[in-house]
């Protein structure tokens, strides 16, 4: 196991991380949102949340960038794949919403949230 994988595996299920990584195997298939959702994300605190980014925040920028992005799916398993530059792109586009090419962590709050409140 990577200490990436370690850590994750410290804040997620391998069972949740698995059934995501299964859903999403094939390329051009990734929903950011769904796999968020299936990983157990949404019933994470918002404090493991920001431990979540920072594990995907490989280079400790503070920001997930298009490059970062590409690999995360591998900064929750080793046996996750590369997204294809659409899913990357598609990702970055969705999630960008200021459009500096990188994902901060209070974006990835605000879908932590936003995913919370869909539940109430």
């Known amino acids: 196991m ?16 698995t059934k ?5 195997k094939a390329a051009d298939t990734f929903d950011h949102k769904k796999f968020f959702e299936l990983v157990g ?13 920072k594990v995907l925040d490989v280079d400790a920028s503070g920001f997930i960038e298009e490059e970062e992005l590409k690999f995360v799916l591998k ?6 794949r590369d997204l294809t530059d659409k899913e990357t792109k ?3 586009t969705a999630a960008d919403k200021d459009g500096d090419g990188k994902i901060g962590v209070d974006v990835m709050m605000t879908a932590h949230n936003l995913v919370k409140s869909l539940d109430q």
Do not use: C, R
């Not at 900064?75 to 996750?80: E, L, V």
């Open 2 to 17: 990577t200490p990436t994988s370690m850590a994750m595996q410290e804040l997620l299920k391998a069972d949740d991380i």
């Open 20 to 24: 995501a990584l299964d859903a999403f």
């Open 41 to 53: 994300l949404k019933a994470m605190s918002a404090e493991n949340v920001k431990k979540v980014f």
């Open 75 to 80: 900064g929750f398993s080793k046996d996750g």
């Open 90 to 92: 598609a990702f970055l």
